[in-house]
């Protein structure tokens, strides 16, 4: 797996505070990375919630009520998209260096075993398939636009 463990290849105190300090940043990265798929997504149902109780009430209108809530949702959809697609950027710098400072620092080289699971198959990692979770949300939400353009006009 690794070189032998021997005292001249054991890392000084200031590589292992290195190395921890990368580990935790990239851990509190994933920790927001799912803060922020969950709050989106909370926020999409609540927003779909509303849709389903205030439509019926608005169908056949043709003003801009009938539309706000899913020109909101489609706004929100793509604005969940960016931030996804820029978190899953953010974290597969973190994943490399947690895996530049493994190979040097830890024998076993846990990290250097999971996180390439990782980079070799990107869809067995939940965070890069969820990062396409916003792409469903704006289908729906177009779906809905033109549908309800089409009852309009």
């Known amino acids: 797996m690794g070189q032998e463990f021997n005292e001249r290849t054991?890392?000084?105190?200031?590589?292992?505070?290195?190395?921890?300090?990368?580990?935790?940043?990239?851990?509190?990265?994933?920790?927001?990375?799912?803060?922020?798929?969950?709050?989106?997504?909370?926020?999409?149902?609540?927003?779909?919630?509303?849709?389903?109780?205030?439509?019926p009430g608005m169908a056949g209108r043709s003003n801009l009520m009938s539309l706000s809530i899913p020109l909101l949702g489609l706004g929100t959809a793509i604005i969940w998209f960016i931030v996804l697609k820029g978190a899953i950027s953010f974290l597969q710098?973190?994943?490399?260096?947690?895996?530049?400072?493994?190979?040097?620092?830890d024998r076993f080289q846990c990290?250097?075993?999971?996180?390439?699971l990782a980079k070799r198959n990107p869809l067995s990692s939940p965070s890069y398939v969820t990062q396409f979770l916003p792409l469903f949300f704006i289908a729906t939400w177009l779906g809905?636009?033109?549908s309800i353009l089409w009852t309009l006009y």
């Not at 710098?93 to 620092?105: A, F, G």
């Not at 990290?111 to 390439?116: I, T």
């Open 93 to 105: 710098s973190w994943r490399e260096q947690v895996i530049r400072l493994d190979k040097e620092i």
């Open 10 to 55: 054991k890392p000084s105190p200031e590589d292992l505070v290195v190395y921890q300090v990368v580990i935790d940043h990239f851990k509190q990265d994933t920790r927001e990375f799912w803060t922020r798929a969950n709050f989106f997504l909370v926020a999409h149902a609540g927003l779909f919630s509303a849709f389903v109780v205030a439509y």
């Open 111 to 116: 990290y250097v075993e999971v996180e390439s």
């Open 144 to 146: 809905i636009l033109v």
